[in-house]
């Protein structure tokens, strides 16, 4: 799987790979899931691809922005209002509603790279990513997300997962892993400065020079978080 996920990204600039992380509760009929796809679409008709761990939630949102990259933004909404007549994955027709909206719009320019595990076997897959590389070992498959997202990460509100790959990702700036450290863009300031703090901590710990390297921005519009995402570039 490995090796066909590096074949796969063989051809993309590599700094032009995003991930967008979070949670998989995020409800299809949520604001925070149209403003999900609203980025991932703008970032995508921009030349980034864009990767997420491919279940339900942001994830999914992540990846009906790629699909819907080139076509107009009314067209994106109104899937969106079809997706959220089933809006959680535990709906007896979450994915009979992603299957209506793709035989509605079959086809897409722009690809999108999904990294499920079968760890959470329990959340399906969404349809709307091009490419899906699954893994068994959700410890490969977390670290080797956050690693070939050289381009940035933007994490939106989620758990426990979303905090550790939080983290994995500070570590890797932190060691300049690859050479070099990339933007970490946490969308939802009250959520992430309030609710569930990690970003005034890392931010103290950078000021206090116990993290370096990284590139923390907090911001709570769609504008800018494709601007720090393109600042870097």
């Not at 063989?10 to 998989?24: L, P, S, W």
């Not at 320019?109 to 990294?115: A, F, H, M, P």
């Not at 595990?117 to 070992?137: C, D, M, R, V």
């Not at 410890?139 to 050289?150: F, H, M, N, Q, W």
Request: charged content about 20%; glycine content about 8%; overall charge negative.
């Amino acid at each position: 799987m490995t090796d066909a996920l590096q074949d796969f990204l063989a051809g993309f600039n590599e700094k032009k790979v995003v991930a967008i992380m979070g949670g998989h509760n995020i409800q299809r009929s949520d604001s925070g899931f149209a403003e999900v796809a609203k980025i991932s679409k703008k970032l995508t008709e921009r030349g980034y691809l864009m990767v997420s761990g491919g279940g339900p939630g942001a994830m999914e949102a992540t990846h009906v922005g790629a699909w819907f990259a080139g076509k107009p933004e009314q067209e994106m909404q109104e899937a969106i209002s079809i997706l959220a007549e089933a809006p959680g994955y535990q709906h007896p027709l979450w994915l009979d509603k992603a299957h209506e909206v793709l035989l509605k719009h079959p086809e897409s320019d722009y690809k999108s790279l999904g990294v499920p595990t079968w760890l959470y076997g329990h959340e399906p897959p969404t349809p709307f990513a091009s490419h899906i590389a699954k893994y068994f070992a959700n410890s490969v498959r977390e670290d080797g997300l956050v690693t070939i997202a050289k381009g940035g990460i933007i994490f939106t509100p989620g758990s426990a997962g979303t905090v550790q790959e939080i983290f994995q990702d500070a570590t890797q700036n932190h060691y300049l892993t690859f050479g070099y450290a990339s933007p970490m863009v946490f969308f939802n300031r009250k959520y992430w400065i309030k609710e569930i703090p990690v970003y005034p901590l890392l931010k103290n710990l950078l000021e206090e020079n116990k993290y370096k390297n990284l590139i923390i921005s907090a911001v709570d519009h769609s504008e800018d978080v494709v601007r720090e995402i393109e600042r870097f570039n």
